[in-house]
């Protein structure tokens, strides 16, 4: 099995609130069909997620009374952009079903509590396939808190030890700078945790869940020397079919655990 993380900045524009790029959606969930492999699907939440929760401060958890209703929309939008997500797999032929995360998980801390597992498993074990998404959780200690689809990864990983781990993003791989920024940008195509180490943190993009050096991070957290964790571009048609089909492309590889 194949556990696949399509990245907020590739299924929806993250500049715009609300943004959702059916056609690069689509057209991934073209690319897995055809590709017969099996899989699960983590997705980001973009701009139905982060506009709002960065507005808000949502991920520094429960300060103020008026934060309140911006959780209920964030939640709201996620779920919508997850069906959304479900509908295109649908009609490509994978038997998918959204999953909330925020109805099935608690945090603690900052970190994601599984107190049970039966019914991830059950709808795998039948052949349907949860999709997972980035979103708000009750936090015991902060009222509540973000659980990013990245942390979700490592959560499925665990639970169902894949024999490779996927990141979709708008980016080619791992750069030493901000490619988005930076015209001399050089791209990693395998990084280390000493790798890793080396690059200054503000040269990677930041967001509300961490950026690009915290899925690194965990990227590198889930690597075994039997399970290569890549990060691929998903804007560039036929890459990721390519992928799972065995080829060779452009891509950053995580390599040796951190």
């Known amino acids: 099995m194949i556990l696949i993380k399509l990245g907020g900045s590739v299924i929806t524009n993250k500049e715009t609130y609300r943004a959702f790029e059916r056609d690069t959606v689509a057209r991934l969930a073209g690319e897995i069909a055809r590709s017969n492999q099996p899989v699960i699907i983590v997705h980001g939440a973009g701009s139905f997620g982060h506009i709002v929760a960065k507005q808000f401060s949502l991920q520094n958890g429960h300060t103020s009374p008026d934060q309140i209703p911006a959780v209920a929309r964030v939640q709201t939008d996620v779920r919508e952009l997850s069906n959304m997500v479900?509908?295109?797999?649908?009609?490509?032929?994978?038997?998918?079903?959204?999953?909330?995360?925020?109805?099935?998980?608690?945090?603690?801390?900052?970190?994601?509590?599984?107190?049970?597992?039966?019914?991830?498993?059950?709808?795998?074990?039948?052949?349907?396939?949860?999709?997972?998404?980035?979103?708000?959780?009750?936090?015991?200690?902060?009222?509540?808190?973000?659980?990013?689809?990245?942390?979700?990864?490592?959560?499925?990983?665990?639970?169902?030890?894949?024999?490779?781990?996927?990141?979709?993003?708008?980016?080619?791989?791992?750069?030493?700078?901000?490619?988005?920024?930076?015209?001399?940008?050089?791209?990693i195509g395998e990084v280390t945790a000493v790798k890793l180490a080396k690059i200054p943190a503000e040269s990677t993009v930041d967001d509300v869940t961490g950026g690009v050096r915290s899925k690194m991070q965990a990227m590198l957290r889930m690597s075994t020397a039997d399970r290569e964790c890549v990060l691929v571009n998903g804007t560039a048609p036929e890459r990721l079919y390519r992928l799972l089909t065995g080829e060779t492309v452009t891509c950053t590889v995580a390599k040796g655990g951190l």
Do not use: H, W
């Open 86 to 187: 479900v509908e295109e797999l649908l009609a490509k032929g994978i038997p998918a079903v959204s999953v909330a995360p925020g109805s099935c998980f608690v945090m603690d801390g900052g970190k994601i509590v599984v107190k049970d597992e039966e019914a991830l498993r059950g709808l795998v074990a039948l052949g349907v396939m949860p999709v997972m998404f980035g979103d708000i959780c009750i936090d015991r200690q902060q009222g509540f808190g973000i659980v990013s689809g990245d942390q979700l990864m490592e959560i499925l990983c665990r639970m169902f030890k894949p024999t490779r781990v996927i990141f979709v993003s708008d980016i080619d791989g791992l750069y030493d700078r901000d490619p988005k920024t930076n015209p001399n940008a050089k791209m």
